[in-house]
Nanobody
Framework: QVQLVESGGGLVQAGGSLRLSCAASGNIFSIDGMGWYRQAPGKQRELVAT???????NYADSVKGRFTISRDNAKNTVYLQMNSLKPEDSAVYYC???????????????WGKGTLVTVSS
């Protein structure tokens, strides 16, 4: 069984920074893609950033130049460095991993439980 544990959310003033982390635990051989999505109240969940080994990271236009996604394959962990935060970045941020291989399974998709980011003006 694979579990995702997110951390790093919180309250920050506009212009500030936060760093989110998401660690995947379990008997994992490899993970194809890792990423972050967010969902603000009353809105649909949207992509923030994704990273797949061997390809360039992908970012939503709204966060380009402010957010940086990275991953540590040895730790099965994905990070999201968020700088120059804006009130409109406030949302629950969800970790997502795709293509997870264990000794006995290949699973397309796992989601974390989410971590709340609140940016005050």
């Amino acid at each position: 069984q694979v579990q995702l544990v997110e951390s790093g959310g919180g309250l920050v003033q506009a212009g500030g920074s936060l760093r989110l982390s998401c660690a995947a635990s379990g008997n994992i051989f490899s993970i194809d893609g890792m990423g972050w999505y967010r969902q603000a109240p009353g809105k649909q969940r949207e992509l923030v950033a994704t990273i797949t080994t061997g390809t360039k990271p992908n970012y939503a236009d709204s966060v380009k130049g402010r957010f940086t996604i990275s991953r540590d394959n040895a730790k099965n962990t994905v990070y999201l460095q968020m700088n120059s935060l804006k009130p409109e970045d406030s949302a629950v941020y969800y970790c997502n991993v795709q293509g997870v291989r264990t000794p006995t399974t290949y699973t397309l998709n796992y989601w974390g439980k989410g971590t709340l980011v609140t940016v005050s003006s």
